[in-house]
């Protein structure tokens, strides 16, 4: 004779960590560890059918293309994109900076002369395309 639970008790499954009731337990456990693993890398729950493609997919190693940093690719996010090493162009000269020399080369071709060709003024570069609308 299988004993009654008591309504809404439940029970962490170990593969999936869902809360199951008691009374179901039994079936999903057993179910859910056949069809199921749960990555020791990340911690996510994958069907065992996709187990090498996850791996292959979230756990590859992935290189910064700009320094040396590589990293798993579960963990190697945005970090491109806030590389100091990045390229940045000037807007002055059109020459390319690793992103951590740009502020003090864009600071230093900014403060560069022109003649205005309207005036016939001096006008610091950073300073060229306001001159020009107010002039």
Do not use: W
Request: negative net charge.
């Amino acid at each position: 004779m299988v004993e009654a639970q008591p309504e809404g008790e439940t029970k962490k499954c170990p593969t999936c960590e869902r809360q199951i009731e008691l009374a179901k337990f039994r079936m999903h456990d057993i179910g859910c560890a056949r069809m199921n693993y749960k990555c020791r890398e990340c911690g996510e729950v994958v069907p065992k059918a996709d187990k090498e493609e996850h791996e292959a997919e979230a756990h590859a190693k992935v290189a910064c293309k700009y320094c040396s940093f590589s990293e798993m690719k579960s963990k190697f996010g945005s970090h491109e994109e806030r590389c100091e090493l990045r390229p940045k162009v000037c807007e002055y000269c059109d020459k390319e900076f690793a992103f951590e020399k740009f502020h003090d080369h864009h600071e230093m071709c900014g403060s560069r002369t022109e003649k205005c060709p309207v005036c016939n003024r001096f006008i610091c570069l950073r300073d060229k395309q306001m001159h020009l609308q107010t002039d």
